[in-house]
């Protein structure tokens, strides 16, 4: 899965648009056609097929206009992934009420973010380093107080939040390729399994190799699945959490002199 960088384009006209500083004005003919509009079509496309299948000339066909209609509102294609990255995080904290505990927040956050990347794959094709939009510094903002006022430096709650989303990510990157790989056969993990384990079983010994035969056979049988995506996910979430546990605990201890 190749990489798609944001800021390709110009860098300045992208933190225009991202902050909308210069909100480009509609067309006498095309007064539906805006950066939001062009935006909405373009993410969809992507959830459909992909980053790489994105273009403006399939954006532009969607919409129903020249394809150099767009560019009266986005200058290319790299500062329209900036805003279609932006614009997916657009409230992505804002469903519930904030629970108590900085745990309990953490465990909020990873799920919001793993929801995200599974509801958008694509965003998993894209590098978002340089990415400054309005939403992302939001998103930043709300999970950063996720661990406000725990006794961490403020190097560590950047690097705190920043362990939670790689993990989210990386969990959610496995979750995607195994259901990409299910659309491509045309058979679901277990389904696979099931018409090619016996093939397997009968070039391999399970003496030969005890504990894999063992454990496969057990996950296969608890999760009928081979891959359990989601019990995975939240069985490392909680090993995460117990280690940055280990670290606000530490702090906590230090702050009353032990």
């Known amino acids: 899965m190749s990489t798609q960088h944001t800021t390709s384009g110009d860098p300045a006209r992208s933190l225009a648009l991202l902050w909308r500083t210069q909100e480009p004005t509609s067309r006498r003919n095309k007064p539906d056609l805006s950066v939001d509009r062009i935006v909405s079509v373009a993410s969809g496309l992507a959830d459909a097929d992909g980053l790489a299948a994105l273009s403006m000339?399939?954006?532009?066909?969607r919409l129903g206009v020249g394809t150099m209609s767009l560019y009266t509102y986005v200058p290319g294609r790299g500062e329209l992934i900036d805003l279609m990255l932006d614009a997916a995080y657009a409230g992505l904290h804002a469903d519930g009420g904030r629970p108590d505990g900085w745990r309990d927040r953490l465990g909020a956050i990873?799920?919001?973010?793993?929801?995200?990347?599974?509801?958008?794959?694509?965003?998993?094709?894209?590098?978002?380093?340089?990415?400054?939009?309005?939403?992302?510094?939001?998103?930043?903002?709300?999970?950063?107080?996720?661990?406000?006022?725990?006794?961490?430096?403020?190097?560590?709650?950047?690097?705190?939040?920043?362990?939670?989303?790689?993990?989210?990510?990386?969990?959610?990157?496995?979750a995607v390729a195994v259901g990409e790989t299910e659309r491509?056969?045309?058979?679901?993990?277990?389904?696979?399994?099931?018409?090619?384990?016996?093939?397997?079983?009968?070039?391999?010994?399970?003496?030969?190799?005890?504990?894999?035969?063992?454990?496969?056979?057990?996950?296969?049988?608890?999760?009928?699945?081979?891959?359990?995506?989601?019990?995975?996910?939240?069985?490392?979430?909680?090993?995460?959490?117990?280690?940055?546990?280990?670290l606000v605990d530490s702090r906590s201890s230090s702050a009353d002199g032990v």
């Open 57 to 61: 000339r399939k954006v532009a066909e």
């Open 110 to 174: 990873a799920h919001a973010n793993w929801r995200l990347f599974l509801r958008h794959p694509w965003m998993l094709q894209a590098s978002r380093g340089r990415l400054l939009g309005p939403n992302l510094v939001a998103k930043y903002e709300y999970e950063l107080s996720a661990v406000d006022g725990l006794g961490l430096t403020d190097g560590e709650m950047d690097s705190t939040v920043s362990l939670v989303n790689s993990y989210a990510e990386g969990a959610a990157a496995q």
């Open 184 to 246: 491509a056969s045309g058979m679901t993990d277990g389904q696979w399994w099931r018409a090619h384990g016996p093939v397997l079983a009968s070039l391999i010994r399970d003496s030969d190799y005890p504990t894999a035969s063992r454990v496969g056979s057990s996950v296969g049988r608890e999760h009928r699945t081979v891959y359990p995506a989601e019990h995975d996910f939240a069985f490392g979430l909680e090993r995460v959490l117990d280690g940055i546990q280990v």
